[in-house]
């Protein structure tokens, strides 16, 4: 079983940024396509952004496409999504999620515990 640990997030003020980190067990991330979704109060989760296996490949969501990088380094078995520009709107938890890259959840099935994001006004 994949386990993945997101971190990274916090209290940040509207324009600021933040680097959000994705790490599995076992070297095991290296293997694998991965996604990074949000869920706000009260809303349905949505896809962020996505990164192949080899990081060649990158797909952005439209609301955060100029504001946000996903890399991945898989010598240290770590993907990271940077969030520039952020915005009140962006305050969510966000999942990291390992399996075949796409932007729906049934496309991944290994998901961490999240990491909440909040940016104030």
């Known amino acids: 079983q994949v386990q993945l640990v997101e971190s990274g997030g916090g209290l940040v003020q509207a324009g600021g940024s933040l680097r959000l980190s994705c790490t599995a067990s076992?070297?095991?991330?290296?293997?694998?396509?991965v996604g990074w979704f949000r869920q706000a109060p009260g809303k349905e989760r949505e896809f962020v952004v996505s990164?192949?296996?080899?990081?060649?490949?990158?797909f952005y969501a439209d609301s955060v496409k100029g504001r946000a990088t996903i890399s991945r380094n898989n010598a240290e078995n770590t993907v990271y999504l940077q969030m520039n520009g952020l915005k009140p709107e962006d305050t969510a938890v966000y999942y990291c999620?390992?399996?075949?890259?796409?932007?729906?959840?049934?496309?991944?099935?290994?998901w961490g515990q999240g990491t909440q994001v909040t940016v104030s006004s």
């Open positions: 999620a390992a399996g075949s890259t796409g932007r729906y959840s049934h496309q991944y099935p290994h």
């Open positions: 076992l070297r095991t991330l290296v293997i694998y396509d």
């Open positions: 990164i192949s296996m080899s990081g060649a490949s990158t």
